[in-house]
C-alpha cells in the first residue's frame, strides 16, 4: 500500500514575518515588490490570512494589492504591512522545515521552499500514518512557531489537492476509495494542470466541478484537450503518480533545550539529555535509517559562547541506550576543569546525529 502526504507551510513567507515581528501579529502582511505607494511593479510573492480578507493574493500585481489596502484603510479596516522578499531567511526556516519533515518519511521529494511529498508507506496502515502526519505538524508548531497543512492520500495528485482542502493547519486524509467522492464537488480550478484558460473554456461547456469532468467520455476530453484529456481522464478519477523524484535525505537529526535557568547541575542536565537521546532515536528509527555514525553535542553556556563536541563511531548505531553513552561521554567534560575551568553555568545543550544510514529502499 502506498501512502504519500503533501505538506504545505501556511502563507510561508508572511507566517514567518509575522512570527517575528509580533507588533504586527493578527495584521494584513503582504510579501512581494516594493508597492510605491501603488506605482510599483511586479507582484505579491505572499498574503497571510489577514490580508486576503482585502482580496490580496499570491501573484496579483502589487500595484492592486496596494489599492486594494488602501480601499480597506479607508472603510477603516486595519493597515496593511507591506514588506521586501527576504529570501535568505526564508530559506533557512524552510531548511530547518525539511529537516524535520525528512525524520518522518522514509524518502521526501521537496517541491518547493515550502512544500514537500512524504512517503509514509512503511507505516503500512492509514490511521499509523495520519498520526504521523499529526506529530509532525506538531513538531514543526513546536519548533518553528509555524502551520502547515498535510493531504494525505495515495497518490501525489490527490494529496496534493487535500492539502490545500482545509487551510490554513488542516489536515485531510483521503483513503484511495474516497478519492472519486472527494474529488467531485471540488471547482475544476483545484485540478493542477487546469489553469484560467481551461477553466474558463469548461465553465462555458457548463462543467463547473471535477464532478462534472468525471462524466465525460475519454473521448470528451480526448476532443477538448488532446492527449492531456486522455491524462486528464485518469485524474479527475484520482489516478496518479506516487513516485517521488529528486529524493532528499536530511543530513541530521538533533534536538536542543534552552534550560529555563543557565544551570550546571549535572544530574538535570543530563537527565534532560538522555530524554533528547531517546526522542532524537526514535526519530532516527521513524524516518526509515538503520542507523547513524556520528553524535554531536552542542553546549550554548551563560554567556553564549557556544562549543560543538563529536565523536565518530566505529559502527553504525540506532539505540537510545548507545546515544545517550556517547552524548553523556562528550557532555561530562563541560562539569569540570577540560572543557569548563571556570565552571560557567550552561543555557543549552542539545544532541545530533549524523551520518545517517538509509533502509534500502522498498520497490
Ligand atoms: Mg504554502
Known amino acids: 500500500m502506498v501512502m504519500i502526504a503533501h505538506l504545505d507551510m501556511d502563507a510561508f513567507f508572511a507566517a514567518i514575518e509575522e512570527r517575528d515581528n509580533p507588533r504586527w501579529k493578527g495584521m494584513p502582511i503582504v510579501v512581494g515588490s516594493?508597492?510605491?505607494?501603488?506605482?510599483g511593479r511586479g507582484v505579491v510573492s505572499t498574503a497571510n490570512y489577514a490580508a486576503r480578507k482585502y482580496g490580496i493574493r499570491s501573484a496579483l500585481p502589487i500595484s492592486t494589492a496596494w489599492r486594494q489596502a488602501q480601499e480597506a484603510l479607508a472603510r477603516g479596516g486595519p493597515e496593511t504591512i507591506f514588506l521586501p522578499v527576504n529570501g535568505r531567511r526564508y530559506g533557512d526556516v524552510s531548511h530547518r522545515i525539511?529537516?524535520?519533515?525528512?525524520a518522518h518519511a522514509a524518502a521526501v521529494e521537496q517541491a518547493s521552499v515550502d512544500e514537500a511529498y512524504l512517503d509514509l508507506s512503511h507505516l503500512k496502515d492509514w490511521r499509523a500514518a495520519e498520526a504521523a502526519c499529526r506529530r509532525l505538524k506538531?513538531?514543526?508548531l513546536r519548533a518553528?512557531?509555524?502551520?502547515?497543512?498535510?493531504?494525505l492520500a495515495a497518490n501525489k495528485l490527490v494529496a496534493k489537492i487535500a492539502s490545500d482542502f482545509q487551510k490554513p493547519d488542516g489536515l485531510t486524509v483521503v483513503r484511495p476509495r474516497e478519492a472519486i467522492r472527494f474529488l467531485a464537488p471540488l471547482d475544476v480550478r483545484r485540478m493542477p494542470g487546469i489553469g484560467p484558460k481551461a477553466?474558463?473554456?469548461l465553465k462555458r461547456g457548463g462543467h463547473n466541478t471535477i464532478g462534472d469532468l468525471q462524466q465525460l467520455t475519454e473521448a470528451d476530453l480526448w476532443g477538448m484537450f488532446?492527449?492531456?484529456g486522455l491524462e486528464l481522464y485518469e485524474m479527475v478519477r484520482g489516478h496518479g503518480e506516487s513516485a517521488l523524484s529528486g529524493e532528499w535525505t536530511p543530513k541530521s537529526i538533533g534536538e536542543q533545550e534552552t534550560f529555563d535557568e543557565d544551570t550546571l547541575d549535572s544530574r538535570f542536565i543530563g537527565e534532560r539529555l538522555a530524554a533528547m537521546c531517546a526522542s532524537v532515536a526514535a526519530q532516527v528509527r521513524r524516518g526509515g535509517f538503520t542507523g547513524f555514525r556520528?553524535?554531536?553535542?552542542?553546549?550554548?553556556?551563560?554567556d553564549f559562547r557556544t562549543v560543538t563536541r563529536s565523536h565518530m563511531l566505529p559502527?553504525?548505531?540506532h539505540t537510545a541506550g548507545t546515544l545517550k553513552t556517547e552524548a553523556l561521554r562528550l557532555l561530562l567534560p563541560f562539569f569540570d576543569r577540560r572543557e569548563n575551568p571556570r565552571r560557567s553555568a550552561l543555557r543549552l545543550v542539545g544532541v545530533r546525529v549524523e551520518e545517517l544510514e538509509e533502509k534500502p529502499r522498498r520497490a
Not at 516594493?34 to 506605482?39: I, V
Not at 525539511?98 to 525528512?102: H, K
Not at 518553528?144 to 493531504?151: A, K, Q, V, W, Y
Open 98 to 102: 525539511m529537516e524535520i519533515v525528512g
Open 315 to 317: 559502527m553504525l548505531e
Open 144 to 151: 518553528e512557531r509555524l502551520t502547515c497543512s498535510i493531504g
Open 226 to 228: 488532446g492527449e492531456w
Open 294 to 302: 556520528r553524535v554531536v553535542l552542542t553546549v550554548r553556556f551563560a
Open 199 to 201: 477553466e474558463q473554456a
Open 34 to 39: 516594493d508597492p510605491q505607494e501603488g506605482r
Open 138 to 140: 506538531r513538531e514543526i
